[in-house]
């Protein structure tokens, strides 16, 4: 069993940053992607960023935080990493990772991710 823990959450007034990490554990796992979905009250859960690794490291990111966000990883450590910058109000929410086994052409959906954390608060306040 795999298991993915998230921290790093907080909250942060507009325009800071914030830095959030997810840590894999558990039986030896090479996860195809890795990545970060949110969900804000009310609101269905949405993909944020991903990176993916086969012959390179690639990745990708929703159109509403391109820019702002950056995904990274430390591989020795089993580690993926979400930097977010320029934070606005309407980024609050529970932020989660997800870790999915097997290639997949649409790395925005839900169902491509075996693997989920418990998710991470981030508040942003005006």
């Known amino acids: 069993q795999v298991q993915l823990a998230e921290s790093g959450g907080g909250l942060v007034q507009s325009g800071g940053s914030l830095r959030l990490s997810c840590g894999a554990s558990g039986r030896s796992f090479r996860p195809y992607v890795m990545g970060w979905f949110r969900q804000a009250p009310g609101k269905e859960r949405e993909f944020v960023a991903a990176i993916t690794w086969s012959s390179v490291i690639s990745t990708y990111y929703a159109d509403s935080v391109k820019v702002r966000f950056t995904i990274s990883e430390d591989n020795a450590k089993n580690t993926v990493h979400l930097q977010m910058n320029r934070l606005k109000p309407e980024d609050t929410a529970v932020y989660y990772c997800?870790?999915?086994?097997?290639?997949?052409?649409?790395?925005?959906?839900?169902?491509?991710?075996?693997?989920w954390g418990q998710g991470t608060q981030v508040t942003v306040s005006l």
């Open positions: 997800a870790a999915g086994s097997a290639y997949s052409r649409d790395l925005s959906s839900l169902v491509t991710y075996d693997y």
